[in-house]
């Protein structure tokens, strides 16, 4: 099946630093990568949809200022987090879309998370 | 607008009952689609299973089963025999037939098994 990595799998930062975030598709090309955050004991909440080559789209309430997201390759997705705060700490988790399946619904596949904590 | 409620935030079971998971879904769409996703904690998701909004039968895989009833707006899910290794919070989610196909995800079951 499809798999989809993030790098680091956890971080621990100082406040104020930026921290970068991969998420890549091993073996396939997606054209759309999501970006969850999920605070301990919550749901899932997407922040934003990355599209290759274009800018992308973020959920109301969330800072693109603040959330930087760059989809440079068809296989790689990157969110920075940029002068992070206490408040920032979660769980952020990517999934990449394949869009090559041929069925009406294109499969959403996870990356395994990557914990941030701001010290 | 579309959303996804678990009104069960804890369920606790001794191995080997059965459990339902309950999730009720609202949408305005006639094409959508289900899921249901497994967080154990280490924190990965695990997809379970997906359903489209035109197929109503019922699915069992192993110990688990599905149960869509479009008239109730529900997709409840079933462990049978539950064992230790199902402890892990479950997640129901819908996604539209648009655009991205983004996910709505519910807010999640937790399931303890003890033994």
């Known amino acids: 099946g499809a798999v989809v990595s993030q790098h680091p799998s956890w971080v621990i930062c100082k406040s104020g630093t930026s921290v970068k975030i991969e998420c890549r598709s091993l073996d396939f090309q997606a054209t759309t990568m999501f970006w969850y955050r999920q605070f301990p004991k919550q749901s899932l909440m997407l922040m934003a949809t990355?599209?290759?080559?274009?800018?992308?789209?973020?959920e109301q309430g969330v800072e693109k200022d603040k959330f930087l997201i760059n989809h440079a390759s068809l296989t790689l997705s990157t969110l920075t987090v940029t002068s992070a705060h206490p408040e920032d700490s979660s769980f952020y988790i990517c999934s990449a879309r394949d869009v090559t399946s041929g069925s009406s619904y294109n499969e959403q596949f996870f990356g395994p998370g990557t914990r941030l904590t701001v010290l | 607008a579309q959303k996804v409620t678990q009104a069960q935030t804890e369920i606790s079971v001794v191995e080997k009952e059965d459990v339902t998971l309950d999730c009720v879904y609202e949408?305005?769409?006639?094409?959508?689609?289900l899921f249901w996703y497994k967080q154990p904690p280490s924190g990965e998701l695990v997809f379970l299973i997906r359903r489209n909004s035109f197929d109503e039968q019922n699915e069992i895989s192993g110990r688990y089963s599905w149960n869509f009833q479009k008239s109730t707006s529900s997709f409840n899910f079933t462990i049978t025999a539950s064992q230790v290794v199902d402890s892990a919070v479950y997640f129901c989610a819908l996604s539209m037939n648009t655009g991205f196909q983004k996910l709505v995800f519910g807010t999640g079951t937790r399931l303890l098994v003890s033994p």
């Open positions: 990355s599209n290759e080559g274009s800018k992308a789209t973020y």
């Open positions: 949408t305005r769409d006639t094409t959508y689609y």
